[in-house]
Every structure is written in structure tokens, then in C-alpha cells.
């Protein structure tokens, strides 16, 4: 048996992983999306934007799944 395969018993408890973001780093993400300058914008051209200027927060798909998480995965107007 796979000693590394998921327990599957209702209530058991799964550690959070160790690069999971905190509520602090999440929120910024939705401050980014939720600010005028990208209010407009999909990830694939905020996350650009921000490398650009030397900031990063998180990848593209982080980015989707935060604001799905949120039902903001659409325009943001």
C-alpha cells in the first residue's frame, strides 16, 4: 500500500502545506485585482505587469484560483 496516498477517513486532519499562502499574501492578491490600475485586467496581463516593475506575488494560476475561490473570475469593473 502507498504509505503516501491520502487519509481518507471523514474528519481526519490534513496539515496545511508549508508553501501554502497566508491570509495576508491572499489578500494582497485581491487588492491587486481589486485596484483601479487592474481592475480591468485578466491575470495573464497582471502578473506581467507587476514582474515588470520587479514585484511578485504569485504565479498566474495563483492568481486564478484565489480569485475563483472569491467568484471573482470575472470582469472586475
Known amino acids: 500500500m502507498n504509505t503516501l496516498s491520502r487519509d481518507k ?12 499562502l497566508s491570509t495576508e499574501e491572499r489578500q494582497s492578491i485581491l487588492d491587486v485585482c481589486h485596484s483601479k490600475e487592474f481592475s480591468s485586467l485578466p491575470p495573464t496581463q497582471i502578473v506581467p505587469a ?8 504569485a504565479s498566474e ?4 484560483r484565489i480569485l475563483r475561490a472569491h467568484k471573482e473570475q470575472h470582469r472586475r469593473r
Do not use: V
Open 9 to 20: 477517513r471523514l474528519g481526519a486532519q490534513h496539515p496545511s502545506p508549508e508553501n501554502a
Open 50 to 57: 507587476l514582474s515588470d516593475r520587479g514585484i511578485y506575488l
Open 61 to 64: 494560476s495563483t492568481f486564478y
